[in-house]
């Protein structure tokens, strides 16, 4: 398996535009996270489903992000619109169905520079 | 609510020494506890994890972690450090099935050559 592959790897973006980022779980995995990481804050949850649906989205900063997962195997994490201060890495990670004493599992992330 | 610390942001140690990283934990049932560690720009990797059982648990790269019940604690360590080892260590911790990993906030490991 080719793992959790994210994309865009790197982002640099104006102030204002919108921004995609995308993630392609693990095959078979039915739980999606969304991370961020800044030197700030941290690893920071943003967003998780399981069995494609939005179960806890409390640690979405703004109304400005979103996310989606319209099928088990994509999800989208979209900025609209952008600030400065969005500026992170970006993690997507799945998990199987195994439960509580599953690992999660990390994609290689995307950072995102908002100018 | 569970959550875990890491109570050094940052570890020296030399190559060839021992070396530990601590990680306590608080959680509301059984715990699950789970390391990872995190190369400069790359994604986090998984290193290890308790479930249930012994309380000494191995895992990649010569790693292993200590369960303590009593303390509250999941400290990794390794019996010879290598340089390679440089890099970001996370502990977390999971509740309940499919739900997030929660992480503590990070120790940067530096191995001296």
């Known amino acids: 398996d080719a793992g959790v592959i994210q994309s865009p790897r790197h982002e640099v973006t104006e102030m204002g535009q919108e921004v995609t980022l995308r993630c392609k779980p693990i095959s078979g995995h039915n739980s999606l996270f969304w991370y961020r990481q800044t030197m700030m804050r941290g690893l920071e949850l943003l967003i998780y489903f399981n069995n494609n649906v939005p179960i806890d989205d409390s640690g979405m900063p703004e109304d400005r992000f979103s996310a989606k997962m319209p099928n088990a195997s994509f999800s989208t994490l979209k900025i609209q619109p952008s600030e400065p201060r969005d500026s992170a890495v970006y993690f997507c990670?799945?998990?199987?169905?195994?439960?509580?004493?599953?690992?999660?599992?990390f994609g290689q992330g995307t950072r995102l520079t908002v100018v | 609510a569970q959550s875990v610390a890491q109570p050094e942001d940052q570890v020296n140690v030399a190559e060839g020494n021992p070396l530990t990283v601590k990680c306590t934990y608080s959680?509301?049932?059984?715990?699950?506890l789970f390391w990872y560690v995190q190369y400069p720009n790359r994604g986090l990797q998984f290193l290890l994890k308790?479930?249930?059982?012994?309380?000494l648990v191995k895992g990649s790269y010569g790693f292993e972690a200590e369960f303590n019940k009593s303390q509250t604690s999941f400290h990794l360590k390794k019996p010879s450090a290598l340089v390679s080892d440089s890099a970001l260590y996370f502990c977390?911790?999971?509740?309940?099935?499919?739900?997030?990993?929660?992480f503590g906030k990070g120790t940067r490991l530096s191995v001296i050559a």
């Open positions: 990670a799945s998990s199987s169905r195994g439960g509580r004493n599953t690992e999660a599992f």
């Open positions: 959680v509301s049932g059984n715990p699950y």
């Open positions: 308790y479930i249930t059982g012994d309380n």
């Open positions: 977390a911790v999971r509740d309940g099935g499919n739900t997030p990993l929660v």
